[in-house]
């Protein structure tokens, strides 16, 4: 009778201890990947931004050539004995969209009606990517304004009004886009490379609409630092830098409903008269971003960030 030469057969598997090993290695590697994906990501993000911007540029100097001044922050009557809105509201992104590529879109609103009429309701609420930031994703991409009421689509652009409270008095911005106003690149004596015209406002702290300020609405903070408070509908459509003292930098975690933010690690992203495309960091002295929200402040300007 002959014996089998043959070795026993061994199992090809992964021991338990070999998958552990092999997990904790993948787990290890994930771990120092992840940042620099996320790096890429939004460097991707803050170029779609920038790009965003450069658009809503052309656009501006388009209208400037047409109708030889920048578009009003946004058209409104005023009641003479409080100095209230009457309406219709429509801001400067609105009369931006035959320059966006969005005449089909802007010749379906009816601009002699207020933002919040229901002949309105459906183009109000078109979501543009535009005028989005691709860093910021509110989960909600139309939102109510309190107090009206009327919904309109999220947006992450607002317009320069200069250094005061917007609500205080909408028409008396020292910026270059504010209630009727009619501002043209040679109004802005401080120079247009220096002169802020639009910047980022994430969804962070409020919501803001590319439409423009909905009449008797309010813009209430979605977080609440003891600096928030409630704000006019003119903040959907306009922002400020506060003076110098109340240190209102970009993404100071103490603004107002009506400052700038964005959700890009370095600061916010600004489209400046000149057309050109500038990030002003969280660390700006505060005096130099004063300087840079007033059109004819007299300021002398040198700006390193």
């Not at 993000?45 to 578009?71: D, E, F, W």
Request: glycine share 10%; with cysteine; charged share 20%.
């Amino acid at each position: 009778m002959r014996r089998s030469t043959e070795a026993p057969r061994r199992h090809s598997g992964f021991t338990l201890i070999e998958l552990l090993v092999v997990v904790a290695i993948i787990a290890i590697l994930i771990g120092l990947l992840l940042p620099a994906v996320q790096k890429v990501r939004e460097a991707a993000a803050r170029t779609r931004c920038t790009n965003n911007l450069k658009q809503i540029g052309l656009a501006m100097h388009n209208y400037h050539s047409v109708y030889g001044v920048l578009p009003p922050g946004y058209t409104s009557n005023v009641n003479p004995s409080d100095n209230s809105d009457l309406g219709p509201g429509w801001g400067w992104g609105t009369h931006l969209l035959p320059y966006l590529e969005q005449e089909p879109l802007h010749r379906s609103l009816n601009l002699s009606l207020g933002i919040e009429h229901p002949s309105n309701a459906a183009g109000r609420v078109q979501v543009l990517s535009v005028f989005r930031c691709p860093s910021d994703n509110p989960k909600q991409e139309v939102f109510i304004v309190d107090l009206t009421p009327a919904d309109v689509a999220f947006a992450n652009y607002c317009g320069m009004y200069g250094t005061g409270e917007v609500a205080d008095d909408p028409g008396l911005g020292e910026g270059v886009l504010f209630r009727n106003s009619k501002v043209k690149l040679t109004d802005v004596i401080d120079g247009t490379s220096t002169t802020c015209c639009v910047g980022e406002r994430s969804s962070e702290y409020v919501w803001g609409a590319w439409v423009g300020s909905v009449t008797g609405g309010e813009v209430p903070p979605r977080k609440l630092p003891s600096a928030l408070g409630p704000e006019g509908a003119p903040a959907l459509i306009l922002g400020h830098t506060g003076d110098a003292a109340s240190g209102h930098t970009p993404n100071n975690p103490n603004n107002h409903v009506d400052d700038y933010s964005s959700r890009h690690a370095f600061g916010v992203n600004f489209l400046f008269c000149d057309g050109s495309i500038r990030s002003i960091k969280n660390t700006i002295d505060p005096v130099v971003w004063k300087a840079l929200g007033t059109r004819a402040g007299g300021e002398v300007v040198r700006l390193d960030n």
